[in-house]
């Protein structure tokens, strides 16, 4: 089983963090609910733990917007960094 990390999104509410996962499967067949969690949160958890280390090293801000509500897009070069960690 192989899994490709297409992107992360974290929304913080007011009584929850919320992750939104999307990402392909190449391999295998169609898990079940409870196998599909598990190859979720295993994906996200150490996706996060990467891009974590990735920020420490070092990390770009490539565009912002907004004035009292802000959006701000940090990159980093994940293939320079760590040599292709979602590849």
Known sequence: ???QL?????EFQESELVVRTLY???EG???GTKARA???QELT???LQDTLESL???AECVGTSGYEIREDTI???VAREKGALWT
């Open 1 to 3: 089983m192989s899994s």
């Open 6 to 10: 297409l992107r992360l999104v974290v």
């Open 75 to 77: 990159s980093v070069d």
């Open 38 to 40: 598990r190859e979720v």
């Open 45 to 47: 958890r150490t996706s």
């Open 56 to 58: 420490e090293s070092s």
């Open 29 to 31: 067949r169609n898990p």
């Open 24 to 26: 392909r499967r190449t």
